[in-house]
Structure formats: structure tokens, C-alpha cells
């Protein structure tokens, strides 16, 4: 529909016959603005550009487009409009003062378009604020405090600390040397190149960070957000969004909510938490922690610890140089060539662990548990594993000695083994040594077999 | 079969396995919950698919917008047609494709006969919305659900920047990027009520 509407307008600007009169008018000003001094533009319903030169003074240039049903309408409309400009101690204060209601009396249908143009000193801080209008900035190296509803702000080229502010505009900002804050709401709002924070807040409105030099703080909602290439810590809060996070040189914290979270090549540790979403992982230098609720936990490649709690969906981790943990409630869990030790629980699911490198304990309810040894580990690795209602299924590094003690209600105990007994034997319980014994291999089941195989 | 919990999405899709499915039912609390929701959804999800006027109100409305140039071409030469047409795709790919690091022209003000219609597509379009929200609102306002508050909270915001906008408008009314962003805003109202109830009808 907007198409519709912009085609409407486009073409009717175009058209050439037209019972509209139309005037215009121009402002020209040039004013000194001396070092230490700032420029503050106010300004409405048109837009602002701001370029920046190597002089002392401020250019100013008002272009001014007025139509009403006569020429002279258009014309004192056009003379209504006032572009005040304000000398101080502090610097240059720029506005646009439109005609009050009065001014409207007689005067049917007058309509109004302003458009600025300034060039002003690179090293002035500037304060620029507007209403339903764009802004553009290019570089100003010098602080600046941006503002409009209803229009898209450009900053582009800029240095030392910025602030932006839209409702219901797009915000751009590319190549700043120094910190950002941007604080949009339905608005669109991408970040790229900043050497130094950035943080961003936006309601409703997707996010997309990248070439980020610090700290990267991101409060958002309703929106995705896209963080790239982050130098410093990543922190990002949203919901019912999805939120990704790729090439992070420190840690990473994201807190979702209904919304789907990855995270891929982070140099440091990664805290991810989200909600009726899945959550997936790759590539973590340090170690990673999850907590979901009703999420599906996938990850890859971890260099430190992996701890993963979930419920209400499945848990598969593979690649973890330390310790995993992996807890479940209502899903599978699938644990793949974890260096450390290995813990895993879970009702109403199955276990399986592949290639543990240190302590297995598998504590299961409602569920099977299958447990594969490489056969690479040559040293004592603990085993205990439980369950209930579900077989167990284990396989034991090979040239290692076990203790075994094995216990099931509804099943039988298998191993194909050799197994030295101790005391009684039966179908449901086992106790001896496998080799010459000495490592801890305690299965515990009821209402399932238990199966010791090669 | 000896029926598990596990066995109850694959129950769900397969017929067959219904039958052992509510036996195992009577016996466990969790999986009489699931089946019990599943059943809800599908009695509830036929009645919430609606057919409001939008769906044939907005090709009626762009068939009328259509109509309206043929109108007007023969008043114009073939060679001032040209041009106009020329000049509107022009104008037309500055506004809709502007590049990167561009903004949106501001210094357009409407002709006459362009504002009429403008304002007809406006109003038609308020009228859609107005069905629209007829149809999700009353749902949306009781749903006690996270999301439906998210919704609420961006169409009473969506709401306020439309009655300031059109304030604003109402002083300058011949202002195209006003008119356009009114346009904006509308359109987001409307994908907001129908992303709701797409959401609606999915959860």
C-alpha cells in the first residue's frame, strides 16, 4: 500500500498541470563559530544535512518550497516561515519557527516543506533535533546528540562520543571513532565500523552491529538482532526475536526470550538463555552455558566447559574440551567427544554418550542410556550410570580393569565381557572385576536390561 | 504396544497409534494434559480463520487507483504523457530505491488531484484497519500471553504516533513526506494486526 501511496505522490509531483500555486524561497547565512563553541539546530517537518569543513564559521542554507491555492498565499506562507539563528558565549543556536495557527486564517490549504543544508566546523559538538524529518551527519569529529521522530538519521564518518535518538525512523551509523549510543523505537537501526561501545536500545525494530571495536550492550525487543565482529564483551537482552552473534573477541551474554539464539565464533565464554525457541552454538573458546526452556539445544566445538540445561526439547553437544553437563527434562540428550568429565540427566528421554574423556554419571529417568567408549582412553574412567524404565547400553575402554556392580528389577544383565564374579550371581544383579578391576563401572536400572559390550 | 510418553508426537501424526495413545492417557497426567491441548487447538483453530473485507477491498482499491490515470491521459499529449512518465519513474526509483547513506527526499509538496486520491487511499486504507482490529481486537485486549502484550504495547504506540502524525499532516496537508510517512505507519499497523493473528492462530 505504501507503494501505492508513494506512486500517488511521485506522480503527482511530477505531473506538470496543476491548480497549486508554488513558491520557494531561500535562506543564506554564514556565521563564525570559533573553537570550544557548538551549533544546536532545531528544526521540523523537512530535513536536516550536516556536512563538516576545516573552517571557523558556519554555513547555513534554508531551502524553503510553499504551495497554497493562490500565489500570494504561497508566498506569505513561504514568508512565514522564520529561520532564527542565535549567536552566544556557547555557540550557535539555529531553529525553525513555523507560522501559529493564526497566521493560517484566510489562507486555505497552504502547505510547506523545509529543507536544511549547514556546513559547519568538524570540530564542533553538535546538537541537532528535529521533528518528522530526516537528519544526516558526515563527518564531525566532535560529540554530537542527534534526535527526530518519524525521519532516518545518517551518521557517517564521525568522532568521539555520539548519541542518537529516533521513534519510528531508521538509524544508520558507520565509521565512528568513539563510543555510541543509539536509542530507536520501531525504527531499524545498523551500526558498523565504531572503534569504540556501543549500545544500542530499540523496541520493535531489527538490530544489526558489526566492526565493533568495545563493549557491545544491546537492549531490544520484538526485533532480531545481528551482532558481527565485536572486540569487546557482547551483552544482548531481547525477546520474541532472533538473536545471533558471530566473531566475538571476548564474552558473550544473551538473554532471549520466544526468540531463537546462536552464537559462533566467540573467543571467550558464552552465556545463552532463551525461551520456546531453540538454541545453537559453535565454536566458543572458553565455554558455553545454556539455559532454555521448551528450547532445542545444538552446539559445536567448545573450548573450555559446556553446561547445558533445557526442558521440553533435545540436547546435542559435540566437540568440548572440558566438562560437560548436560540436563534435561522431557528430551533426549547426546553428548559427542567431551574432553572432561560428563554428567547427564534427563526424564523422559534418552542418553547417549560418545567419547568421554574423564567420569561418566548418567542419572536418567524414563529413558535409555547408551554409553560408547572410544577405545582411545587407556586410563580409569568411572562409570555410573542409572535409569529406570529404559535399557543400558555400555561400552568400556579397552586394557582398563573394572569394578562392576550392576543391578536391575525387570531385566537381564549381559556382557560380553569376561567378568571374574564376586559372591552370588543372577539374572538381575552382577558385582565383579573385568581385567584386574580397580576403576568404578555402577549400573543401576529397573524395568530394563543392562548390556556390557566391547 | 507398550505406549511411553515418547511415543505421543509420532501418536499425534499417525491414526493408528491414537487408540494406545489415550490408554496410556488414562494412566499418566502429563500426556492427558498434551492430548487434551492438541484437542483443544484443533476445535479452536477453525474458528479463528477469518475472512475480512481487506482481502478483496485492496485489489478493489488498486484497480481504482489504476483506473484513475487512464482517465486522465487523454488530456495530455503523447509526448507530455512521456514525459510524465518518465519523470514519475524517476522520482518513483529515487524514492522507493534510494541507496545507502541516502535519505528520503523532504521538499515534495502534492498537487490537488494527487491529495484527493491520496487522501481516498488513506481513508480506505484507516478502513481496513479498522476491520481489522475489529476482528483481532478483542482477542488481542483479553489474551494474557507475553506476546499479545508486546502487541498491544507497539499498536497503542503505532496508534499515538498515527494521531500526532495526522495532526501534523492536517497543518500541512499538501506535504508529501508527511503523507508518506502517515502511509508508513499505517501499513505497519496493518502488518502488526496480521502478524497477531497469524501468531494467534500458530500458538
Known amino acids: 500500500m505504501r507503494s501505492v501511496i508513494s506512486v500517488l505522490l511521485v506522480a503527482a509531483c511530477a505531473a506538470a498541470a496543476s491548480a497549486r500555486q508554488e513558491v520557494t524561497r531561500e535562506f543564506q547565512k554564514t556565521l563564525p563559530l570559533v573553537s570550544g563553541r557548538s551549533l544546536k539546530v532545531e528544526h521540523s517537518q523537512g530535513n536536516i544535512t550536516i556536512h563538516t569543513h576545516a573552517k571557523a564559521e558556519v554555513d547555513i542554507h534554508a531551502s524553503m518550497k510553499c504551495s497554497a491555492d493562490r500565489v500570494e498565499d504561497a508566498r506569505e506562507g513561504c514568508d512565514g516561515i522564520k529561520i532564527l539563528v542565535e549567536e552566544s558565549s556557547s555557540g550557535v543556536w539555529l531553529r525553525t519557527q513555523l507560522p501559529n495557527s493564526d497566521f493560517f486564517h484566510g489562507r486555505r490549504n497552504l502547505s510547506w516543506a523545509i529543507n536544511l543544508d549547514i556546513d559547519m566546523p568538524d570540530s564542533a559538538p553538535l546538537e541537532a533535533r528535529s521533528h518528522f524529518g530526516s537528519i544526516s551527519v558526515t563527518d564531525l569529529h566532535a560529540p554530537a546528540v542527534v534526535a527526530t521522530n518519524n525521519g532516518k538519521v545518517l551518521f557517517i564518518g564521525g568522532r568521539g562520543r555520539q548519541r542518537i535518538e529516533d521513534s519510528f525512523g531508521d538509524v544508520e551509523v558507520a565509521r565512528n571513532d568513539g563510543d555510541v549510543t543509539i536509542v530507536d523505537s520501531n525504527g531499524r537501526v545498523t551500526a558498523s565500523d565504531i572503534t569504540g561501545a556501543l549500545e544500542i536500545r530499540d523496541n520493535f525494530g531489527e538490530i544489526n552491529a558489526s566492526g565493533i571495536g568495545k563493549r557491545l550492550d544491546v537492549s531490544a525487543g520484538n526485533g532480531n538482532v545481528n551482532a558481527t565482529s565485536v572486540s569487546g564483551s557482547v551483552t544482548i537482552s531481547d525477546s520474541f526475536g532472533k538473536v545471533m552473534v558471530r566473531d566475538a573477541k571476548a564474552d558473550v551474554t544473551v538473554q532471549n526470550q520466544n526468540g531463537i539464539v546462536e552464537a559462533t565464533g566467540v573467543t571467550g565464554t558464552a552465556d545463552l538463555r532463551t525461551s520456546f525457541a531453540p538454541v545453537r552454538f559453535s565454536r566458543i573458546g572458553k565455554g558455553v552455558t545454556v539455559h532454555g526452556q521448551n528450547s532445542e539445544v545444538i552446539g559445536d566445538t567448545v573450548g573450555g566447559p559446556a553446561t547445558v540445561d533445557t526442558s521440553f526439547g533435545s540436547i546435542d553437544v559435540r566437540g568440548v574440551k572440558g566438562a560437560g553437563r548436560l540436563t534435561n527434562q522431557n528430551g533426549n540428550v547426546r553428548g559427542t567427544d567431551i574432553g572432561g568429565e560428563a554428567y547427564a540427566r534427563t526424564s523422559f528421554g534418552g542418553v547417549t554418550l560418545e567419547d568421554v574423556g574423564e567420569r561418566i554419571t548418567v542419572d536418567s529417568q524414563n529413558g535409555s542410556i547408551t554409553v560408547r567408549s572410544s577405545g582411545a582412553a587407556k586410563k580409569c574412567q568411572p562409570i555410573s550410570l542409572s535409569t529406570n524404565f529404559g535399557p543400558i547400553k555400555v561400552s568400556i575402554p579397552q586394557g582398563v580393569g573394572y569394578d562392576v556392580t550392576a543391578r536391575t528389577t525387570f531385566g537381564r544383565i549381559t556382557s560380553q565381557l569376561p567378568v571374574t564374579v564376586n559372591g552370588q550371581v543372577g539374572g538381575e544383579s552382577l558385582s565383579g572385576k573385568i581385567g584386574g578391576g580397580g576403576c568404578e563401572l555402577r549400573l543401576n536400572n529397573s524395568n530394563g536390561s543392562i548390556d556390557i559390550v566391547n | ?203
Not at chain 2, 112 to 140: H, T, W
Not at chain 2, 169 to 183: D, I
Open chain 2, 1 to 203: 504396544m507398550i505406549f511411553q510418553c515418547g511415543d505421543l508426537e509420532r501418536a499425534l501424526r499417525t491414526p493408528e497409534l491414537m487408540p494406545d495413545a489415550r490408554a496410556h492417557a488414562e494412566r499418566c497426567e502429563h500426556c492427558r494434559t498434551q492430548l487434551y491441548l492438541w484437542a483443544e487447538i484443533s476445535r479452536v483453530a477453525p474458528e479463528l480463520h477469518q475472512d475480512w473485507e481487506s482481502d478483496r477491498l485492496w485489489p478493489r482499491i488498486q484497480a481504482s487507483l489504476m483506473a484513475e490515470p487512464v482517465k486522465a491521459r487523454s488530456r495530455f499529449s503523447p509526448f507530455l504523457r512521456l514525459t510524465l512518465a518518465a519523470a514519475a519513474t524517476i522520482a518513483l526509483a529515487v524514492v522507493l530505491l534510494y541507496p545507502r547513506h541516502t535519505m528520503p527526499p523532504a521538499d515534495e509538496l502534492l498537487t490537488d488531484a494527487a491529495l484527493s486520491q491520496v487522501q481516498q487511499a488513506e481513508a480506505a486504507y484507516a478502513a481496513s484497519i479498522a476491520n481489522l482490529a475489529a476482528v483481532a481486537g478483542p482477542e488481542l485486549q483479553k489474551s494474557p500471553s507475553p506476546l499479545s502484550a508486546a502487541y498491544r504495547e507497539k499498536l497503542t504506540m503505532l496508534d499515538s504516533a498515527i494521531a500526532a502524525l495526522k495532526t501534523t499532516a492536517a497543518q500541512n496537508p499538501y506535504n508529501a513526506y508527511l503523507r508518506s510517512e502517515l502511509a508508513s505507519l499505517y501499513g505497519e499497523k496493518k502488518r502488526t494486526l496480521e502478524e497477531w493473528m497469524k501468531d494467534a492462530k500458530r500458538n
